[in-house]
C-alpha cells in the first residue's frame, strides 16, 4: 500500500510586526506557515501586489503560506445589512487574488464583533506556566458591572450574579481595567481594544439579529461566495466560535454538531469547509470531538489541535496539547483515519495542514512579547508532542 502522506506542520505567524520570526518559525519544525494581511482594514480587498509581498516572504525563509487566517468578514455581512452584497463582493474579489497567487484554504470566523475571548491572559499553572484563560464568573462580573450592558441580567442565574458582584469588589481598579481590555480585544494579529461605548455601539446593530437571522446570514455568504470559490479552486473553512456560547449579548453559530451540519448543507461544494478546531469545540462538554471528526472529517480542511480543562461552573483554561479534556489520541487517530479515507478515494489533500494552537508561556517565553497565545517556546512543544502522536499512531494504525 502507498504511504499516506503526513499531516502538513504548520504555525500561525502575524507578520513582520510579530516578535516570533519566520526564522524562529523553521527551526520548530514547521514547514507551512498561517498567516492573513493584518495590516488590511476588515473587509477591504487584498491586492494581488500585497498577497504576492507575503509569499515572497515566507518563501524567501525557506516556508509555504499553506493557510489564509483569515480574510475577515464584514460586520455588514453578519448583520444582513442593505450594503452586504457589496462587501461579499470585495469578498469574492479578495478570493480571486489569492487564488491567482497559489493560495487555496481560507480560514474564516462569523463570531459577532470580537474573535476569541478570554478574561485571562497570564493564567499561572502550577509548573509556573502562563495559559490562557476563561472564566464564567469574570466574564459575568465584566458584562453586569463594567459594561453594564442592557439586560444583561436576565442572562445569569442569580448565583452567578452574586458571584460576580463578589469578584468583581475584590478587584483594583488597575485590575478592573486589564480584564476590561482583555475581553475588548478586537481581532488577533492587532492591538486594537474597544471601549465599552464602542462595543455598545456595535451591541445595537446586533438588537435584531438572534442566532437564527445570524445563521441565515451566514447561509446568504456562503451561497454568494462557494460557487466562485469552488471554481478558484479555494477551499473555505470556517473556525468553530471561541468560547462555543453566547457571550455579552452576541449569538453564537458555530459551536456543535448541529450547527456544522448546517454550514455544509447550506452550500454543499468541497469548497465549504470546516476548520476543526478542538479547543473551541471541546469547550463545549456536549460535544464528542471524536466522533465529530469521524461524522465531518470529508469536509475539513485545516485543523487546530489544542486541549483545554474544563470547569463545573462553565469556565476553561488552555491545557498542554496532551493532557486537558480532549481524548487528543483518539482525535488523532480518527484523523489518520480520515486522511486514510482520502487515500482510498484518490483525493489530493490528505496532508491536512495542522498547527498546535495557544501554547502556552514557558522558558524564554516570558521575555518575549509575542501575541497572548502564540508564544514560540510554548507552540513549539505542542508541536513536538502533536508530531509524535501522529508518528506513533501512524506505526500502529498503518504500519
Known amino acids: 500500500m502507498t504511504e499516506i502522506k503526513k499531516l502538513e506542520q504548520t504555525f500561525r505567524w502575524?507578520?513582520?510586526?510579530?516578535?516570533?520570526?519566520?526564522?524562529?518559525?523553521?527551526?520548530t519544525g514547521a514547514t507551512g506557515v498561517?498567516?492573513?494581511?493584518?495590516?488590511i482594514p476588515c473587509g477591504h480587498v487584498w491586492s494581488i501586489e500585497e498577497v504576492a509581498k507575503r509569499k515572497d516572504e515566507i518563501e524567501n525563509a525557506g516556508l509555504t503560506w499553506s493557510v489564509i487566517e483569515s480574510?475577515?468578514?464584514h460586520e455588514s455581512i453578519k448583520i444582513g445589512s442593505a450594503d452586504r452584497d457589496e462587501w461579499i463582493e470585495k469578498y469574492?474579489?479578495?478570493?480571486?487574488?489569492?487564488?491567482?497567487?497559489?493560495?487555496?484554504?481560507?480560514?474564516?470566523?462569523?463570531?459577532?464583533?470580537?474573535?476569541?475571548?478570554?478574561?485571562?491572559?497570564?493564567?499561572?499553572?502550577?509548573?509556573?506556566?502562563?495559559?490562557?484563560k476563561y472564566d464564567a464568573v469574570a466574564l459575568a462580573a465584566f458584562d453586569l458591572f463594567i459594561l453594564e450592558r442592557e439586560g444583561a441580567e436576565k442572562d445569569f442565574s442569580t448565583e452567578r450574579i452574586v458571584d460576580a458582584k463578589a469578584y468583581f469588589d475584590g478587584l483594583s481598579k488597575e485590575e478592573k481595567e486589564t480584564l476590561q481590555n482583555t475581553i475588548m480585544a478586537g481581532l488577533p494579529g492587532t492591538d486594537e481594544v474597544f471601549t465599552p461605548e464602542e462595543f455598545k455601539r456595535h451591541l445595537k446593530k446586533y438588537e435584531q439579529v438572534d442566532a437564527s437571522v445570524l445563521r441565515e446570514n451566514l447561509a446568504y455568504f456562503l451561497r454568494a461566495i462557494v460557487p466562485d470559490a469552488e471554481k478558484?479552486?479555494?477551499?473555505?473553512?470556517?473556525?468553530?466560535?471561541?468560547?462555543?456560547?453566547?457571550?455579552?449579548?452576541?449569538p453564537r453559530v458555530v459551536c456543535n454538531a448541529d450547527d456544522l451540519e448546517y454550514i455544509v448543507s447550506s452550500a454543499p461544494s468541497p469548497a465549504n469547509g470546516i476548520t476543526f478546531c478542538t479547543g473551541s469545540l471541546g469547550a463545549n462538554p456536549a460535544n464528542n470531538l471524536p466522533e465529530m471528526l469521524k461524522r465531518f472529517g470529508p469536509h475539513i480542511?485545516?485543523?487546530?489541535?489544542?486541549?483545554?480543562?474544563?470547569?463545573?461552573?462553565?469556565?476553561?483554561?488552555?491545557?498542554?496539547?496532551?493532557?486537558?479534556?480532549?481524548?487528543?489520541?483518539?482525535?488523532?487517530e480518527a484523523?489518520?483515519?480520515?486522511?486514510?479515507?482520502?487515500?482510498e478515494q484518490g483525493r489530493d489533500d490528505v496532508a491536512i495542514p495542522v498547527r498546535p494552537d495557544h501554547g502556552h508561556k514557558i522558558l524564554a517565553d516570558v521575555n518575549q512579547h509575542a501575541?497572548?497565545?502564540?508564544?514560540?517556546t510554548g507552540r513549539m512543544k505542542g508541536l513536538a508532542e502533536l508530531r509524535g502522536l501522529e508518528l506513533g499512531l501512524r506505526k500502529g494504525l498503518l504500519g
Open 14 to 27: 502575524f507578520g513582520p510586526n510579530d516578535e516570533v520570526t519566520l526564522a524562529d518559525i523553521r527551526q
Open 34 to 39: 498561517v498567516t492573513a494581511l493584518h495590516h
Open 71 to 73: 480574510i475577515n468578514i
Open 92 to 132: 469574492i474579489q479578495s478570493l480571486k487574488h489569492v487564488s491567482e497567487m497559489g493560495l487555496s484554504i481560507v480560514c474564516y470566523n462569523f463570531m459577532p464583533v470580537l474573535d476569541w475571548t478570554r478574561t485571562n491572559l497570564d493564567f499561572i499553572l502550577p509548573n509556573r506556566a502562563s495559559a490562557l
Open 232 to 250: 478558484m479552486g479555494i477551499k473555505m473553512c470556517i473556525h468553530p466560535d471561541d468560547p462555543p456560547f453566547p457571550i455579552l449579548g452576541l
Open 301 to 332: 480542511h485545516f485543523l487546530h489541535l489544542r486541549n483545554v480543562t474544563k470547569e463545573a461552573n462553565g469556565s476553561f483554561y488552555e491545557a498542554d496539547h496532551l493532557n486537558g479534556d480532549n481524548d487528543m489520541a483518539n482525535i488523532m
Open 335 to 343: 484523523v489518520i483515519r480520515e486522511q486514510q479515507s482520502r487515500q
Open 371 to 376: 501575541y497572548p497565545g502564540y508564544s514560540v
